[in-house]
């Protein structure tokens, strides 16, 4: 795995997607990060744009907001009133489809920047298992020191490890007491 950007980076080689900008007002307090954007968020250049994804539905649990009704706009709004900023482990890969398993060739995005940013984040959540395998990168960054780590199950349809019910559970204990 390449080492993660820490600003200045060169522009991306041909092939690799981009992900996006990360959700962020200065005074959040916690960080969900998601692996890379799938195919539909990136067209809709959207976090959690697909329609099936569960991500919009468990934050609007822990918030207490049907977050999944409103459109994207709203979303990034109430989100950064309830101090929550978005972002993804991953700044730029090759990959076919919207799998996890098939990212290639992927560049870290430069997480200590954000934190730099943003440094009332006191609880850094990954959004599933391949955002938690950056689990020691993002330890290794000093200004995470401040931060809780945990691991959330994946808000994707694809996981159907967990019921919806029992990842809102997860999501509940994990994110509302960093929130309240």
Excluded at 13 to 33: K, S
Excluded at 64 to 93: K, N, P, S, T, Y
Aim: charged share 20%.
């Amino acid at each position: 795995m390449p080492d993660p950007c820490t600003g200045g980076c060169a522009a991306p080689a041909p092939g690799l997607l981009t992900g996006l900008a990360p959700i962020a007002a200065a005074d959040a307090r916690v960080l969900i990060l998601g692996s890379f954007p799938g195919e539909a968020s990136l067209v809709a250049q959207a976090y959690y744009g697909h329609p099936r994804n569960h991500f919009w539905r468990l934050v609007g649990g822990v918030v207490g907001e049907a977050l999944d009704l409103l459109d994207d706009g709203a979303r990034v709004r109430r989100l950064q009133a309830h101090g929550i900023a978005v972002w993804d482990v991953i700044a730029r890969c090759e990959r076919r489809g919207s799998l996890d398993s098939a990212i290639r060739a992927e560049v870290a995005n430069d997480i200590g920047g954000l934190l730099r940013r943003c440094p009332r984040i006191a609880t850094i959540a990954f959004n599933g298992g391949k955002s938690a395998s950056y689990r020691k990168r993002v330890e290794a960054v000093p200004e995470a020191a401040r931060s809780t780590l945990v691991r959330l199950p994946s808000s994707s349809p694809a996981n159907a490890t967990h019921s919806l019910a029992v990842k809102q559970a997860a999501w509940d204990a994990a994110l509302r007491p960093a929130l309240a």
